[in-house]
């Protein structure tokens, strides 16, 4: 069975620090892997997306991930972060044509 | 800004009530679903309609009734709710199938609270 695991759930960093938010995956088909974006009394925004191709995706507002299979990993990465990065960050993974299997979140707080 | 528009974006209301969240999407997407977002806990699908019939209903008590009249519009039709189902309403849209047409669109939400 399908399923995301976000290990963080909260992740403090300064601003123009570097940060990496986790996400592992488990899936028995093809894998199609996304990262959303929330920012506060918002909904969700697509930051990238992995369907095939090359391992390394770039989105929006200077994030990218990595996409791993032999290590079932698809982490996040900003080299460095503003304060308006602060947002819950959603790892999902594709079960089927019509569902999404999400991640419970990892909350990234930017300080000063 | 996805395209995906719903309404109200903030909703309270008595046990005893009724209500209904619209959602809209003009993007000539295909597929329009249902997730309610809780605090501290993973989002959950609800509903999710594919050219305007429903193929998914995750086991939602019966107090939800979703409508789907076109493939532009999802409602979300609320009674005789509980506090428990306060949350955040998000709907989203998927253009169709295959890679390149499953990326879900949000909208901004109905925050929702049951007095």
């Known amino acids: 069975a399908q399923s995301v695991t976000q290990l963080d759930s909260q992740v403090p960093v300064f601003e123009e620090a570097p940060v990496e938010l986790r996400c592992n995956y488990s899936s028995s088909v093809s894998v199609y892997l996304f990262w959303y974006v929330q920012y506060p009394n918002q909904g969700l925004q697509l930051l990238l997306k992995?369907?095939?191709?090359?391992?390394l995706v770039k989105g929006i507002n200077g994030f990218e991930a990595e996409f791993n299979k032999s290590q079932t990993s698809f982490h996040l990465r900003k080299p460095s972060v503003h304060i308006s990065d602060t947002a819950e960050y959603f790892c999902a993974v594709r079960l089927n044509t019509d569902k999404l299997i999400f991640g419970t979140g990892t909350r990234l707080q930017v300080f000063p | 800004e996805t395209g995906v528009t719903q309404t109200p974006r903030h909703l309270v209301m008595g046990m005893t009530n009724k209500k209904s969240l619209k959602c809209e999407q003009h993007?000539?997407?295909?597929?329009m679903y249902w997730y309610k977002q809780s605090a501290k806990k993973p989002l959950e699908l609800m509903f999710v309609?594919?050219?305007?019939?429903?193929?998914e209903n995750n086991s939602v008590p019966s107090r939800f009734s979703p409508e789907c009249p076109n493939s532009s519009h999802l409602f979300l039709h609320l009674h005789t709710l509980q506090p428990e189902d306060s949350a955040l309403y998000l709907c989203?849209?998927?253009?169709?199938?295959?890679?390149?047409?499953?990326?879900?669109?949000f909208g901004p939400g109905t925050r929702l609270l049951v007095l």
């Open positions: 992995y369907l095939s191709g090359s391992t």
């Open positions: 309609y594919n050219f305007k019939e429903q193929t």
């Open positions: 989203a849209s998927r253009p169709g199938q295959g890679a390149r047409q499953e990326t879900q669109y």
């Open positions: 993007l000539g997407h295909n597929a």
